[in-house]
């Protein structure tokens, strides 16, 4: 018997959590859901989902990118989707490198004042963040994907269904 693939959401919206999860649950994946970085953490340890779905400002405004980030560099974790969902527009690219993409951006006059840059290249599909820290240090990790708040249910779909296939 197939087991149904595990979803995490880790978002401090109650609203946002309880509409991707009656959306997830309809399709016939198993969900848990945390509010923040720290329980989002022991969930992953402990219930080891096979994506995450992560909020970007939570408790504070760069927690859903830490924890994106320790999930990427995490070896036990390692090749666990992570999708950003974000209010934030993600910016277009079609270089190779998404990452190049970032600081070219960075560069621009008027980009590079940004605290956050989501880049998505429109032919492979690679995406990653690039956001200034509270020091002002500029840090690159890649994503799966960007899911755009508020959450549309064939959107959230097409994108769980690509990442998990």
């Given at each position: 018997?197939?087991?149904?693939?595990?979803?995490?959401?880790?978002?401090?919206?109650?609203?946002?959590?309880?509409?991707?999860?009656?959306?997830?649950?309809?399709?016939?994946?198993?969900?848990?859901?945390?509010?923040?970085k720290?329980?989002?953490?022991?969930?992953?340890?402990?219930?080891?989902?096979?994506l995450?779905?992560?909020?970007?400002?939570?408790?504070?405004?760069?927690?859903?990118?830490?924890?994106?980030?320790?999930?990427?560099?995490?070896?036990?974790?390692?090749?666990?989707?992570?999708?950003?969902?974000?209010?934030?527009?993600?910016?277009?690219?079609?270089?190779?490198?998404?990452?190049?993409?970032?600081?070219?951006f960075?560069?621009d006059?008027?980009?590079?004042?940004?605290?956050?840059?989501?880049?998505?290249n429109?032919?492979?599909?690679?995406?990653?963040?690039?956001?200034?820290?509270?020091?002002?240090?500029?840090?690159?990790?890649?994503?799966?994907?960007?899911?755009?708040?508020?959450?549309?249910a064939?959107?959230?779909?097409?994108?769980?269904?690509?990442?998990?296939?």
């Amino acid at each position: 018997m197939k087991t149904a693939k595990r979803i995490l959401i880790v978002d401090d919206d109650i609203d946002v959590i309880n509409v991707a999860e009656a959306i997830l649950k309809k399709e016939g994946y198993e969900v848990l859901s945390a509010n923040d970085k720290e329980e989002g953490l022991k969930l992953i340890k402990s219930w080891k989902p096979d994506l995450a779905i992560l909020d970007v400002m939570m408790n504070t405004q760069f927690e859903g990118f830490e924890l994106a980030k320790e999930i990427i560099e995490n070896p036990a974790l390692k090749g666990m989707p992570v999708v950003m969902q974000s209010s934030i527009d993600a910016l277009i690219t079609n270089k190779p490198s998404v990452q190049e993409m970032a600081h070219e951006f960075r560069a621009d006059p008027n980009y590079k004042d940004l605290d956050v840059l989501l880049l998505k290249n429109v032919d492979t599909g690679d995406a990653g963040v690039d956001y200034r820290n509270e020091k002002g240090k500029s840090i690159f990790f890649p994503v799966n994907a960007f899911i755009r708040k508020p959450v549309h249910a064939e959107t959230l779909i097409a994108e769980i269904k690509r990442l998990l296939k």
